[in-house]
């Protein structure tokens, strides 16, 4: 077995390797991916298979030339360009290559017919004991086909929600005037870089027993420790500055998503609705509307010519079980509306975070901050997305 401190030289080499071929947007995010591509040489030991979306805005920001630096030294890189989904799943054993795709429109974009086999696997492979299955006709049986392996995908734009919330994500950029990068040859630096892999693996391999039974303190919960987990794990194992800079990676990275997420739609939407409710203890379907689409930051005002209407509100606030009813707003004649109790079983649920906002167990005409006979809401203005 190797020894910790041989661990953490050799991610500090493959860390200096990525910087010097590539202009990343973070030192946490340089961490991670060292950290992705050092799990991808102990795969049977982990319980999930964290994906790597390489994204960014535009062309030109580096994308091509990360997943160069990920393929010479990651554990036996498959690359899926030109690969009939066939013979992708039949690649597939208990000790997974690890998939590479670049310009991952191809799979999920408008471009993607005929991709759906592709798709279903890269899906369903981050996690263990989620095989395929297929009719086997000349033999009259089903087949269990694997489909557990890491994986990285490169592309512009977001990636779907199905993939991104199972990612560790890098956001490319292209390089400023000044930032330099040493040029990458393939014939001229793979083979140093596989040296390099190859060590890698001797040193996780040799305990792949410990890295499974591990069971690291997360700074994250759910999905996203499931996501990291196995890095946390081979940083631990490494030691050194490795254990702290994994963890640090790890909130900079999560929170990053967090701010920037723009998958869930209609969390954002019940935000700007408790916003503007403010102090409403009712408001009408047109009053509503009127303020979610009078902030020029948020999204609803670029909803066709005159912005959010009534029917796509009520589309997307139909998830949540809220419904617009007939309210009698200052006690004027009965218009459709929402009530701020419509609202607040919802908001306790998906965005406990904002201010004012009561527990989401409680029941009946009165619960907390929202008093429905009086038609007092005290919760405080918020904004954030």
Known sequence: ??????????????????????????PETADAIT????????????????RLVIRAPEKRCGKSRLLDIVEATC????????????????????????????????????KADGNEDLRGLLNAGHQRNRPAKRYDATNQRVESIPTFAMAALAGIGAMPDTIE?????ARMRRRAPG????????????????TLADNLAAWLRSDLATLEAAEPEMPVEDRAAD???????????????????????????????????????RVRLLVDCHAAFGGAHMLTTGQLLARL???PEAPWCGYG??????AKLAKLLREYGIRSGNIRPDGGPQAKGYTCADFIDSWARYCPDLPGVPTADESGGERDGCDTSSGVVPIRRARSA
């Open 35 to 50: 950290l992705w591509i050092a799990a991808t040489h102990a795969q049977p030991a982990w319980a999930h298979a964290p």
């Open 165 to 169: 919330d199972r990612a560790v994500i």
């Open 227 to 265: 996501t990291w987990e196995p890095l946390v794990i081979v940083a631990d194992h490494a030691g050194g500055e490795w254990p702290e800079r994994s963890r640090k990676a790890v909130i900079a990275l999560t929170t990053a998503d967090a701010d920037t997420d723009d998958s869930s739609e």
């Open 1 to 26: 077995m190797a020894a910790s401190h041989d661990g953490a030289a050799l991610l500090d080499a493959l860390r200096a390797a990525l910087t010097r071929y590539v202009s990343l947007p973070s």
């Open 305 to 310: 010519p005159t912005g959010l209407t009534p």
């Open 179 to 194: 930032e330099t990068v040493a040029p990458y040859r393939h014939r001229r630096d793979r083979p140093a870089l596989r």
């Open 75 to 110: 554990h036996e890189p498959f690359i899926t360009v030109n690969s009939s989904p066939a013979a992708v799943y039949r690649s597939v054993s208990n000790d997974p290559p690890t998939l590479l795709v670049d310009e991952a429109d191809t799979i999920f974009g408008p």
């Open 293 to 295: 689409n009078a902030d």
